[in-house]
């Protein structure tokens, strides 16, 4: 099949009319049923239909509201897409009846196909490629968890086992692997599309790149990689891409035991880790080394590229207390970005000036800019608002005292005094950090083309104001330093590769 054609089904795919469910079932411990209800779920607003030939749903027609059939050509009108749940031994005659409707878009979401090293599951696995391309069907899996599209944002759609409720994003997820996708999207929140590509007996993870590369929607696609069937096909891809949209990859299999499982896990191939790590680099690719790192690889992404030109980055801190401040120093002069001397630059002296008429005289008069543990909430605002007169820092990181408040949920006093007072302190905290987050959302929003980063020292994620945060696009790190230096590090390579090949 030609890739124009592949593509404009995939367009059908990721945005169908209607969707039927070849195995649909009541039992939500059973995947049919967690399929059926994950559809509706996820706000799909268009027709669909349930197919199950079980005498018992002739009585009750309806599974969740889904209008039950006995068979696929009893749908009275044309179907874009199926989604097949049903045993493996049940796959190929589903298969069959999909092309005798002239359906065109299939997600195989049972295993036991390629990953399986048996004559028989082999010799099915050929034949469903086989009838497949003959009929020019496209099917994602097998051994897909499903995909998600919220390329109509009115009608999103989400054809899988995974739960998630994602909102309209410009991320595009791919992973070769159904859990790991699943965890990566919730992590996410916000995405335009995710595909657990499974086996990939017909549609591989470079078709996905492909479809992702052409969407204007698109801003940064994500992945998950195992290994790779099509290598060549992939850099050619990346290297074109990364220069317009950041590729962002966690890779798995990169021991000796990784791999073995890998090759278990879905037949992928692992391939060796200094070649992956060339091709990475090669292709401008970000390479995250664990799944925090991957998440705030993509968040940092979409909320502070394209960074600043200057070489190597200009970082100033402000901390509310000596010790944060010093660590976070460390780690970022430890890769390679400068934390700025304001005794050496030129307009230092200046910005020690004006920040000394809002901060005590005992000060460190030097960046990191400690705040000495003061409990003015309003000190903040002021601080920035100054620096930002100053063209000293190309990234300022700011520790937010908005989550202070979770760090009482660890406090555990020993008579009924101390759990009064915590329980007190929590309700007042409760209120500064509302009003914190006020106040630093509205900051950010009045210098939109600043790039503040706030760290918490809190490590949670546990709480509706860092999804405010999120809603105006301000990066925040939760307990993690050393994540967040790491993460610009990688994203200002990325902004450099991006500035040479420009």
Request: glycine content about 10%; hydrophobic content about 45%; aromatic content about 10%.
């Given at each position: 099949?030609?890739?124009?054609?592949?593509?404009?089904?995939?367009?059908?795919?990721?945005?169908?009319?209607?969707?039927?469910?070849?195995g649909a079932s009541e039992n939500l411990i059973k995947v049919g049923g967690m399929v059926a209800t994950n559809i509706r779920i996820g706000g799909f607003k268009k027709k669909i239909y349930a197919i199950n030939p079980n005498p018992k749903y002739n009585k009750?027609?309806?599974?969740?509201?889904?209008?039950?059939?006995?068979?696929?050509?009893?749908?009275?009108?044309?179907?874009d897409l199926v989604g097949i749940v049903v045993p493996s031994t049940a796959v190929l005659d589903s298969i069959k009846q999909a092309i005798e409707c002239d359906i065109r878009?299939?997600?195989?979401?049972?295993?036991?196909?390629?990953?399986?090293?048996?004559?028989?599951?082999?010799?099915?696995?050929?034949?469903?490629?086989?009838?497949?391309?003959?009929?020019?069907?496209?099917?994602?899996?097998?051994?897909?968890?499903?995909?998600?599209?919220?390329?109509?944002?009115?009608?999103?759609?989400?054809?899988?086992?995974?739960?998630?409720?994602?909102?309209?994003?410009?991320?595009?997820?791919?992973?070769?692997?159904?859990?790991?996708?699943?965890i990566l999207s919730n992590m996410m929140t916000r995405i335009r599309?995710?595909?657990?590509?499974?086996?990939?007996?017909?549609?591989?993870?470079?078709?996905?790149?492909?479809?992702?590369?052409?969407?204007?929607?698109?801003?940064?696609?994500?992945?998950?990689?195992?290994?790779?069937?099509?290598?060549?096909?992939f850099k050619q891809l990346c290297s074109e891409l990364t220069i317009k949209k950041p590729v962002v990859v966690l890779k798995g299999g990169r021991t000796k035991s990784g791999s073995r499982a890998a090759f278990s896990h879905t037949s992928s191939i692992a391939g060796s880790k200094d070649i992956y790590n060339s091709y990475f680099k090669q292709a401008g690719i970000i390479r995250a080394e664990n799944i925090n790192q991957f998440m705030y690889l993509v968040k940092g992404a979409s909320f502070l590229l394209p960074l600043p030109q200057?070489?190597?980055?200009?970082?100033?801190?402000?901390?509310?207390?000596?010790?944060?401040?010093?660590?976070?120093?460390d780690l970022c002069e430890e890769q390679g970005l400068e934390v700025v001397n304001l005794h050496t630059h030129p307009n230092g002296p200046k910005l020690i000036e004006q920040l000394s008429e809002h901060l005590p005289f005992y000060w460190s008069r030097n960046n990191p800019i400690d705040l000495v543990a003061s409990r003015d909430?309003?000190?903040?605002?002021?601080?920035?608002?100054?620096?930002?007169?100053?063209?000293?820092?190309?990234?300022?990181?700011?520790?937010?005292?908005?989550?202070?408040?979770?760090?009482?949920?660890?406090?555990?006093?020993?008579?009924?005094?101390?759990k009064k007072m915590r329980d007190l302190m929590k309700a007042v905290m409760k209120g500064?950090?509302?009003q914190v987050s006020k106040t630093e959302i509205n900051l950010c929003t009045r210098y939109p083309d600043k790039k503040l980063i706030y760290i918490s020292p809190v490590p949670t994620f546990v709480d509706p104001l860092f999804e405010k945060y999120g809603q105006h696009k301000i990066l925040i790190f939760p307990g993690n330093p050393e994540i967040a230096a790491v993460v610009l590090r990688k994203l200002h390579d990325y902004q450099k590769y991006v500035n040479r090949r420009k």
């Open positions: 099949m030609k890739l124009e054609e592949k593509l404009a089904l995939m367009e059908i795919m990721f945005n169908p009319k209607n969707v039927a469910i070849i009750n027609k309806s599974i969740y509201g889904i209008e039950v059939l006995p068979s696929l050509d009893k749908c009275p009108e044309q179907i878009t299939a997600v195989i979401i049972t295993a036991g196909f390629g990953e399986v090293q048996t004559k028989d599951r082999q010799d099915e696995n050929k034949e469903l490629i086989k009838m497949a391309e003959k009929a020019g069907l496209i099917f994602v899996g097998p051994n897909s968890l499903g995909i998600y599209s919220s390329e109509n944002e009115a009608s999103p759609l989400h054809l899988g086992m995974g739960f998630m409720t994602p909102q309209p994003g410009t991320v595009a997820i791919i992973s070769q692997s159904g859990t790991m996708g699943a599309y995710f595909v657990s590509s499974g086996n990939e007996a017909c549609l591989l993870l470079e078709d996905y790149l492909e479809y992702f590369a052409q969407d204007e929607k698109t801003d940064i696609i994500a992945l998950f990689i195992e290994g790779l069937r099509a290598a060549s096909r200057h070489e190597p980055l200009r970082i100033g801190i402000i901390s509310g207390g000596g010790g944060y401040g010093i660590v976070l120093a909430f309003d000190l903040i605002p002021k601080v920035v608002e100054n620096i930002l007169n100053y063209d000293v820092f190309d990234i300022l990181f700011i520790q937010t005292h908005a989550f202070f408040r979770q760090m009482l949920n660890s406090f555990q006093p020993i008579n009924e005094f101390g500064i950090g509302k």
